[in-house]
């Protein structure tokens, strides 16, 4: 072998290795998360997954995810309702009737917007918005209606391009046939290309879902501290990923407590994993 | 017929509505914090409970935690977009390797932040650390880099590959002086991307490297560090009226710093787009 040859094989091998890295660290997120995880499981037993009662500091202390995991999936059902027919109505707008200067502009925006931080949206809500809230009858400063609030700032963007996305990678020629055969733009827009991009669509919506489940930095500011389960949008909440970023700067190393929030990241991970497996799925189908 | 314009109003009516609010949220953060803006809040420590003084330390706790992040997700991530966009064929193994970049492109950033605290802070004793947060950021950016590399190196033409392979070029030198290169604006652009989404990442952070408030620069690479939105997050719960005005001045810097990368990122990708018409 020549030296070139032998540059050529050690390149070849080397993007190999460091393609087997992202394999490796996705192996590890899960091995480290389960191993520091796993006191708390075997200590407290499924009790962890299904007790309501999360007293981490008593001295009879209770480990139990439940009511938080509650708390995550009532503040993202919340979000969803608002933020998927939002983004629909304005994916649909920039696909059907918006102008191409008007759809630039809405474009160059969501890009922009795209990379605005967490936890400015999260003080951004605590300076300006939770005290016209606070008037309106809330009483306490933080709420599940003001992380709902954030969360729909912080995702619209995403779900309305993505669904924007899906509707425009339907052939044209389905909607000029729609337009030719006299349906109006709202029916040929609804009925026939939504139907063509449902996939597409369901694709945004459970990545919508994911990066909300996900989000920490405006439910952490935003949602409150009780960890109970909200009986009405002025009560608190407090979502597992806000347990996790508020209580680990206080924790003891390898306590119980400690790996119980391990658990928590895992109920995270599972969750977010099975998503972008089910979204994967989707998009590969519809691309083929 | 009149239905559909009737539509038509309420659909614009409700898209400019929200685009309208949105943008005058960040408007009014961006030109409330603009006020607070002098060479002092620029160069000097916080003092005085926050109340006075400026937010360098954790202007220099963000650059250095970019950098560091950056220096280690660029090579990873353009060497995962060029496999999986030049070496993946239909195998097992480049499935598995798109399954992960993928899988790991939705895992939260809180979940990255435990990953980051249990290997990085505890197993290799890096501790709570501008190391530690830097590796963990530089993790979670993988695959932002990497998917926006492969779809930079798809864009490019095949007849560029032919030509380089019919020249008698080797499988490596196609891909890295051929093809990286047509791509190297694409590149930048995914790039810039990632180091947008570093630089404004709190939650990992605040697990792996931020110290709450610190009088002294950090002295290496193993000590905690400040940074823009670490401080932001601490202020805004911390403290009380007198010092928010620093939390707005740091978000209105944090933001328009964002912007400025973004703005540069989508520039260049909308020049090239216009090119290839």
């Known amino acids: 072998m020549n030296k070139r040859e032998i540059k050529n094989n050690s390149k070849n091998v080397m993007v190999v290795c460091v393609a087997c890295f992202s394999i490796l660290i996705l192996v590890m997120i899960f091995g480290f998360i389960i191993k520091e995880s796993l006191p708390a499981i075997s200590s407290e037993g499924f009790k962890l997954f299904s007790g309501m009662l999360w007293y981490p500091t008593h001295s009879e202390p209770e480990y139990g995810l439940a009511a938080m995991f509650i708390g995550s999936l009532l503040i993202t059902l919340l979000t969803a309702v608002i933020v998927l027919p939002l983004g629909y109505i304005i994916a649909f707008f920039m696909y059907g009737y918006a102008m191409p200067w008007e759809k630039n502009i809405i474009k160059s925006s969501i890009d922009l917007l795209s990379g605005v931080p967490s936890v400015i949206i999260g003080s951004f809500l605590l300076v300006y918005v939770a005290p016209i809230f606070f008037k309106l009858g809330a009483w306490s400063r933080e709420n599940i209606l003001l992380g709902a609030v954030g969360l729909t700032i912080l995702s619209l963007p995403y779900t309305a391009s993505l669904m924007e996305e899906a509707m425009s990678s339907v052939d044209k020629s389905m909607k000029e046939g729609a337009l030719a055969l006299g349906a109006t733009k709202f029916r040929a827009g609804f009925s026939v290309i939504s139907k063509a991009a449902m996939p597409g669509l369901m694709n945004a919506v459970i990545l919508t879902l994911n990066r909300i489940i996900g989000e920490t930095m405006v439910v952490l500011m935003a949602s409150g501290g009780a960890a109970i389960i909200p009986m009405s949008l002025w009560d608190p909440v407090r979502p597992l990923t806000a347990a996790i970023a508020s209580e680990m700067g206080e924790v003891e190393l390898g306590s119980i407590h400690y790996s119980s929030l391990f658990a928590a990241g895992l109920v995270l991970l599972t969750i977010s994993f099975i998503l972008t497996l089910i979204s994967k799925k989707i998009s590969r189908r519809s691309s083929k | ?277």
């Open chain 2, 1 to 277: 017929m009149k239905r559909d314009i009737a539509i038509s109003i309420i659909f614009r009516v409700i898209s400019y509505a929200a685009f309208l609010v949105v943008i005058a949220i960040f408007l009014t953060f961006i030109l409330e914090g603009f006020m607070y803006f002098s060479p002092e809040f620029f160069t000097q420590f916080p003092q005085m409970g926050m109340t006075k003084g400026g937010i360098f330390p954790a202007i220099v706790g963000s650059v250095s935690v970019l950098m560091i992040s950056l220096a280690v997700a660029i090579p990873l991530g353009v060497f995962t977009g060029v496999f999986l966009s030049e070496y993946a064929g239909k195998g097992f193994f480049s499935k598995i390797v798109d399954t992960s970049i993928t899988a790991l492109s939705g895992v939260p950033s809180i979940v990255y932040g435990l990953f980051g605290l249990s290997i990085f802070c505890i197993t290799l004793g890096f501790r709570t650390s501008i190391l530690s947060g830097s590796l963990t950021l530089a993790i979670m950016t993988l695959p932002v880099i990497s998917s926006s590399v492969r779809e930079a190196l798809q864009a490019v033409p095949r007849e560029l590959r032919e030509s380089a392979y019919a020249l008698g070029a080797k499988k490596s030198e196609v891909v890295f002086k051929v093809v990286l290169v047509a791509a190297k604006e694409r590149i930048i652009t995914a790039v810039l991307i990632g180091g947008g989404r570093v630089i404004g990442e709190t939650a990992p952070i605040l697990l792996t490297g931020a110290i709450f408030y610190s009088t002294m620069m950090p002295k290496g690479i193993l000590d905690p560090v400040m940074t823009l939105p670490s401080h932001i997050y601490y202020i805004t719960m911390a403290y009380g009226q007198s010092a928010q005005w620093m939390a707005k001045g740091a978000s209105a810097f944090l933001m328009i710093f964002i912007l400025i990368i973004y703005s540069t990122a989508f520039y260049i990708r909308r020049k090239i787009s216009n090119a290839h018409k």
